[in-house]
Nanobody, 124 residues
Framework: QVQLVESGGGLVQAGDSLRLSCAAS????????MGWFRQAPGKAREFVAG????????AYTDSVKGRFTISRDNTNNTVYLQMNSLKPEDTAVYYC?????????????????WGQGTHVTVSS
């Protein structure tokens, strides 16, 4: 049973940066892909970024390309999301998720473990 705990959310102004962290325990973190999703109020959950098991492959949704960077530290069982140039439309609850497989996927149905989420609010 994998447990995921996110941290690093908060209230920031447009243009600021935040780094989210997701600490994993209880499973084979280093052998599966990881992803970040977000859900804004009144909207469906959406894929933000994903990273393969060794970190060699990453994927991003178009709206965050060039601003967000996903990375992972398999020694410390942690995945990160560096968010720069934040915009009000980035406001959401951000969730970390562990995939079933080693390769990156944008599809939420292929992630079988989820964290509780961390709130990110970007004011204009």
């Amino acid at each position: 049973q994998v447990q995921l705990v996110e941290s690093g959310g908060g209230l920031v102004q447009a243009g600021d940066s935040l780094r989210l962290s997701c600490a994993a325990s209880g499973g084979t973190f280093s052998s599966v892909a990881m992803g970040w999703f977000r859900q804004a109020p009144g909207k469906a959950r959406e894929f933000v970024a994903g990273i393969s098991w060794k970190g060699a492959t990453t994927a991003y949704t178009d709206s965050v390309k060039g601003r967000f960077t996903i990375s992972r530290d398999n020694t410390n069982n942690t995945v990160y999301l560096q968010m720069n140039s934040l915009k009000p439309e980035d406001t959401a609850v951000y969730y970390c998720a562990a995939a079933r497989y080693a390769t990156v996927t944008r599809q939420s149905q292929y992630y079988n473990y989820w964290g509780q989420g961390t709130h990110v609010t970007v004011s204009s």
